[in-house]
Structures are given as C-alpha cells and as structure tokens.
C-alpha cells in the first residue's frame, strides 16, 4: 500500500500545483480552457496515435473488455438514473446528468496518467477501447436522454445529428480510427515526424493534471448536501464493481486488461462534467460532485491498485 501510494503520488502533486498556481494567480482562470483545448485537441490524439501505431492491432483490441466494460458502465447510469427517478423524485434530465457522472471516467486526464505509471505502454491499449465506450456510447446516450428530458426545442433528430457532428469531428476519437488503421496496414512515420508526434503526446499528462488542479480551484460547490455525494459513490465505488463483475463473467480478457480496466473505471468523472451539468443549469450539483470524487480518488485508486 505504502509503495502504490509514493507511486501515484506525484500524479496528483502535479493536480495540487495546478490548484495552487491557479489560486495563486501563476495561471490565469482563462488559461484552464486553452490547455484542456491543447490536450484534447492535440497532445492526447498524438499520444493515442503514436500509442497504437507501435502495437498489433489484433493484440491492441479485445472484443471481451469492450463488451465488459460497457455493460458495467451501462448498469451503473441504470442504477443511478432509477435512484435519482425513483428515490430522490429529481426530473429525468436532472436523474441523466447525475447518472452520466458515475458511469463515465477521466479516463484521459486521471486514469490514463495512472495505468501507464503502474502498468506501462500496454495500458494504451485498454485506454483506447475504454475511450470508444465513452465516447461513442455512454458520451451520446446521456446528452441525448437529457436534452430528450429536458423538452428542449431540438427535435430528437436533431440532437441526434449534433451528436453524430460532434463525434465525427473529435480530433481523440480521429486519432484512434488514424493509429488502428496505421498499425493495421504496418506504416510508421518518418523519424522527423515520429519524434514531434512523441514530444506532443509526452505533453499530454503533466498538463491533464495541472488542469484538474486548476478546474477543482475554481470550482464554486454548492452547499453541500447528499446527492454530490451519492453521484460520487456511483463513480468510485459502484463503477468498478460493476465493471470488475462483468470482467469476470466475460472470457477472452487478458488480466492486466481486466486489471486495468477496473482502475480506469475507478477514475473520477470527466473534468468536463460541470460545464455538461451547466447546459442544463445543474453546474453547482457537478462541479461539487467532481470535487468530492476526485479528491477521494487519491484514497479509492490507492485501494483498488493495492487489490488488482
């Protein structure tokens, strides 16, 4: 336990100083926005295709954990979408938000920097698969159901195009297709281009965790009452257990995958979850949530590595 805590905690020193520099003024609030842009946008996607470009591409994907993960991802926004209906009475977009927050990890900004410190290269393989369920099923199902639920003036065919645009256009979801196709056809860059494509992607994780230091310092919770918290245990407790579950009953599934898929799904929720949570005038009820979660992730990761 002592030696997976020194491990893991540089990753989120990294986070404190980018709380630090941005309540200190170092990093202006504006600057959060064009980082996260630069990682999104540029270093990650370099990151994954420079990833999978030097992996087989029959090895890089399993069938098996896809499928694992997204049911177990798919249960948990059931189960939580079902308590906040049928327990706590909230409106259905409100239910979908708060449901969305327990079944979507950071995986880009939390877990990955934490599976590549513990497992190494081969933990880009599950990250790009957990990704694709992200991105192209729990991402889409939650935006859709809550715009659907909150009576917005799109008709669902068009939140249905505006989904499909947005996917189409994500630079992350982009390179994974570029790096599984490359690899799968066997060609690599010229040297010149592989090395600044490397030095992208080597930018990816210390500037990911300066910007979750900087967006838990301008976070402005609200008074804290029980639902952050129940979104929080949906996401860190419940989300691995239920991804862990259906890796068990799933064959096919190589154990540092299964390993680390469960520490991805321990993650936080995605750092991006309040300024979702603000289209629907829910942003104090996330930005909360995502305090509370990624603080304790420190604890819960600790506990979930000292397990697999």
């Known amino acids: 336990m ?37 990682v999104m946008n540029i270093a990650l996607p370099a990151m994954m295709l420079n990833a999978l470009m030097g992996q087989n591409l029959t090895e890089a994907f399993n069938l ?12 948990v926004f059931g189960a939580i979408l079902l308590f906040f209906l049928q327990v706590l009475r909230k409106p259905f977009s409100h239910a ?7 079944a979507a990890s950071n995986t880009g900004f939390v877990g990955l920097p934490v599976v590549t410190l513990v497992f190494g290269s081969t933990a880009l393989a599950a990250v790009s698969m957990t990704f694709v369920v992200e991105v192209l099923l729990i991402m889409p199902l939650a935006l859709i159901l809550a715009e659907m639920g909150g009576k917005k003036d799109h008709a669902l065919h068009a939140v249905l195009r505006d989904t499909a645009r947005n996917l189409i256009r994500s630079p992350l979801l982009l390179s994974i297709i570029a790096g599984s196709l490359l690899s799968a ?16 992607g080597a930018a990816a994780i210390p500037c990911a965790l300066l910007i979750i230091g900087g967006i838990l310092a301008n976070t402005k919770a609200r008074t804290l ?15 691995p257990i239920a991804v862990a579950l259906c890796f068990m009953l799933m064959s096919g599934v190589p154990d540092e995958l299964r ?7 321990s993650s936080p929720m995605l750092s991006i979850y309040p300024i979702i949570g603000a289209r629907f005038k829910l942003e104090a009820l996330s930005a909360t949530a995502l305090f509370i979660a990624t603080s304790l992730s420190f604890i819960t990761i600790t506990l979930i590595l000292a397990l697999v």
């Open 225 to 239: 009452d029980l639902e952050p918290i129940w979104i929080s245990i949906g996401k860190l407790v419940l989300h």
């Open 64 to 75: 098996g954990y896809v499928l694992a993960y997204a049911i177990g991802s798919l249960a």
């Open 259 to 265: 390993a680390t898929g469960i520490v991805l799904a």
């Open 185 to 200: 056809l066997g060609i690599q860059f010229v040297g010149p281009v592989a090395k600044t494509i490397s030095l992208l």
């Open 2 to 38: 002592i030696n997976l805590f020194l491990l893991i905690l540089p990753l989120y020193l990294l986070i404190a100083i980018g709380f630090f520099a941005m309540r200190t003024k170092l990093l202006a609030p504006e600057a959060i926005p064009t980082l996260g842009a630069f």
């Open 96 to 102: 979908v938000i708060a449901a969305f927050g327990s």
